[in-house]
């Protein structure tokens, strides 16, 4: 009687075990599913969301515009473009790639002292070819890791037969990688703009209607940017002069989510017309996006320019953005027409 007790107690025993062991196994099952998943990087130049991870380092790169030089590669990928004016009334752009590195930038075109603070205050890597004499003062104190086709032209930075020099520079992805090898450069992001980015279920419609827009540096056609916005793709493609802006790489129209303009002072320095450009002071701005037009500021913000208002960073749309650096005499205003 008694072993039958001990028997039934021993069975009993083995049974509650049991019964812990599945309860467990169950609760870790349900632990595991509940877990949350990684969540998203948002690329820090466009709020987009990736699926890489997000510690790249900037490039910058000086890329030409006038025509000869266009189409020009790799402006698809860019999460950024500057586009400032050059000595000439011509303008040049400032191309930034973070999310996303292009085959091929170019034609890459020389540095001015105004490129080289940009870069500076992102702590990106610069590219250029040649370089106006206060660009070359700043980059011989290496403020800013660099490589310049002046010094690798033919190795790193590759001509193409089908343009005229100076016109005709090109620097591929993968000599970028042994680039910044070369110079020992971190290839990891340290500097962290402050740029916000609307929610995907945020809208921003406060504002005038601009559905065509049109930024002017002169009266020289090839140097007027026209941008028609599309509602249904919530993004805006640019011509300039009827042509298309479109990357020479894959002819992918460049998408833009917002068009910035902002207000600098200029200041001509030599008789070759080069300028001085006040990144610092920050001043009056424009943003077009959602369909729409706002009066706003910009901040230089730890070395970035930063659209804001009333001194918070101003929510953009997610995806790439066209940022327009006009002379204060004109300012915005005149610089800028916009039609619903």
């Not at 089908?162 to 000599?175: F, L, M, T, V």
């Not at 209607?209 to 009266?219: E, F, G, K, N, R």
């Not at 989510?257 to 300028?275: C, F, K, P």
Request: charged share 25%; net charge negative.
């Amino acid at each position: 009687m008694i072993r039958n007790k001990r028997k039934a107690l021993l069975v009993a025993a083995i049974s509650l075990l049991c019964l812990a062991g599945c309860s467990s196994k169950d609760q870790s099952v349900s632990d595991e599913q509940e877990k949350p998943s990684k969540p998203n990087e948002i690329a820090p130049f466009t709020g987009e969301v990736i699926t890489d991870a997000m510690d790249r380092r900037p490039i910058l790169a000086t890329i030409s515009n006038i025509p000869a030089a266009r189409p020009q590669s790799g402006l698809a990928d860019a999460d950024q473009i500057y586009e400032f004016l050059a000595e000439g009334q011509i303008t040049r752009y400032a191309a930034l790639f973070q999310s996303t590195v292009p085959d091929q930038m170019g034609p890459i075109r020389s540095a001015r002292d105004y490129f080289v603070h940009l870069a500076e205050g992102m702590d990106a890597f610069y590219i250029a070819h040649g370089y106006s004499p206060d660009a070359k003062k700043l980059l011989d104190e290496q403020v800013v890791d660099h490589v310049n086709g002046i010094h690798h032209d033919g190795t790193l930075f590759e001509r193409s037969a089908d343009r005229r020099a100076p016109h005709n520079s090109y620097i591929s992805k993968e000599h970028i990688s042994e680039a910044f090898r070369l110079k020992n450069a971190s290839e990891k992001i340290t500097a962290q703009p402050s740029f916000s980015f609307l929610n995907p279920d945020e809208s921003d419609k406060i504002g005038d209607m601009a559905s065509a827009i049109q930024v002017s540096y002169s009266s020289d056609p090839n140097f007027i940017s026209t941008y028609q916005y599309n509602e249904e793709e919530n993004r805006y493609y640019r011509s300039v002069n009827g042509i298309d802006t479109v990357d020479k790489l894959n002819e992918r129209r460049v998408e833009l989510a917002n068009i910035i303009v902002m207000e600098m002072d200029h200041q001509t320095v030599d008789q070759q017309g080069r300028l001085a450009i006040d990144l610092e002071s920050g001043g009056q701005a424009m943003l077009f996006h959602e369909g729409i037009a706002k009066t706003i500021e910009w901040q230089n913000k730890d070395g970035f320019l930063t659209p804001v208002e009333q001194g918070i960073p101003v929510k953009l749309t997610a995806g790439k953005t066209w940022i327009h650096i006009v002379p204060s005499l004109s300012g915005p205003s005149t610089s800028v027409t916009y039609t619903p």
